[in-house]
């Protein structure tokens, strides 16, 4: 059992639903100990990287101009294949829209607590949910992070407060889709299979895409406080942008590396369908968000899957051309994702659960 902290009076770690009230309280200059975390000091060493993380114009990776095209693809192969990660710039998601949806979700971290229950079901594949840390009916020690999980594609679901938050969040997830069509259609060409055969093993028409919005508040003890550990992500290629606070770690050759992006540019991150789906030859990225004392941050991860009910193995071409086995259980991809939301999340301990190990 976690210890009753004097800024929590009464209340047990179990009924905490969100850390920004705590963040907000004025007389709170160290965090209870159920958010003290402790991690191997070697590993919060963040490395200074010799080779930068990879930009990808993605105005080029449609161009009609065959040789920019192809040049372009092969960028892409190798940012997913050597890193995982890479900065989209030309990407064609305005400005404008990506600091208007930062600004919506803060307005909706900011309505009044008492105004939130409704957003907060038991059931982790509620296609609404608002919450704190990651699972906390699962966890000893808290995240300090609230979130919004929102399921937005192939059926569109908002919370219906704040007012704009709607318009904002369907144009911007639409917009996040064309993205990471253009990317797949790269990917496909990469591993030598057909888009259409791609978009039908995927069934990329109903793809599950989930918007996510992460709020994490200033915080008295960042060197302890976790915002969210080690991790990789379900689905295909996730989407992420923030308020130009830094926080996102990702791991590159076994050191953490920093992620200071470009102005407008927007954050891509292989998750482990892609991972499944090339038979291992584009990892998913272990990656992880830290906290600071001055500025409270806010992320938008756009989760982008297959469709709910595919069951994820790679081509039969890819096999081919390989000439190996599926390195993988085959698995629907919704009993993944709910594998994953009602777990604790470590590491990449879901997809090494599938991992066929000869
Ligand atoms: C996530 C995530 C990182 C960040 O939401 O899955 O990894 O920087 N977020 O907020
Ligand atoms: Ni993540």
Redesign the pocket.
């Known amino acids: 059992m976690a210890e009753t902290s004097p800024q929590l009076g009464q209340h047990s770690a179990a009924s905490i639903t969100c850390v920004k009230k705590l963040a907000e309280s004025p007389d709170l200059d160290s965090i209870p100990s159920h958010y003290t975390y402790y991690t191997n000091p070697a590993e919060t060493m963040a490395s200074d990287p010799h080779d930068s993380i990879p930009t990808i114009d993605l105005s080029l990776l449609t161009s009609d101009n065959p040789d920019h095209r192809s040049k372009a693809i092969h960028h892409l192969d190798k940012a997913c294949e050597e890193w995982g990660f890479f900065m989209i710039v030309n990407h064609g998601i305005p400005e404008q829209l990506m600091r208007d949806v930062i600004d919506v979700t803060n307005e909706f971290f900011n309505l009044p607590e008492e105004e939130k229950p409704e957003f907060q079901p038991e059931n982790v594949l509620e296609p609404i949910r608002y919450g704190t840390s990651f699972n906390t009916a699962k966890e000893k020690v808290f995240w300090w992070r609230d979130?919004l999980k929102v399921f937005v594609h192939p059926e569109f679901h908002c919370p219906h407060k704040p007012q704009s938050l709607r318009e904002v969040v369907v144009e911007y997830c639409r917009k996040s889709r064309e993205v990471v069509r253009k990317l797949l259609k790269g990917i496909s060409e990469s591993l030598g299979i057909e888009e259409s055969e791609m978009e039908k093993c995927l069934g990329l028409d109903s793809s599950l895409q989930i918007f996510?919005a992460?709020l994490?508040p200033r915080c008295p003890n960042p060197d302890v406080a976790v915002?969210?550990a080690q991790?990789s992500?379900h689905g295909l290629f996730?989407l992420?942008i923030?308020n130009q606070v830094a926080?996102?770690h990702i791991q590159h050759k076994g050191n953490w590396v920093h992620v200071n992006p470009l102005p407008n540019s927007i954050l891509v991150n292989t998750g482990d369908h892609l991972e499944i789906f090339s038979n291992g030859k584009y990892k998913s990225v272990l990656?992880?968000?830290v906290v600071n004392k001055m500025k409270a941050?806010i992320?938008i991860?756009v989760?982008n899957g297959p469709s709910a009910d595919t069951v994820v193995s790679p081509p039969p071409r890819l096999l081919q051309t390989q000439g190996c086995r599926p390195a993988y259980v085959p698995m629907q991809y919704k009993d993944y994702v709910l594998a994953q939301q009602s777990n604790q999340l470590k590491g990449k301990s879901i997809l090494e659960r599938v991992q066929i190990r000869d």
């Open positions: 979130f996510i992460n994490y915002g969210i991790h992500d996730t992420l923030q926080g996102l990656h992880r968000a941050r992320s991860a989760a």
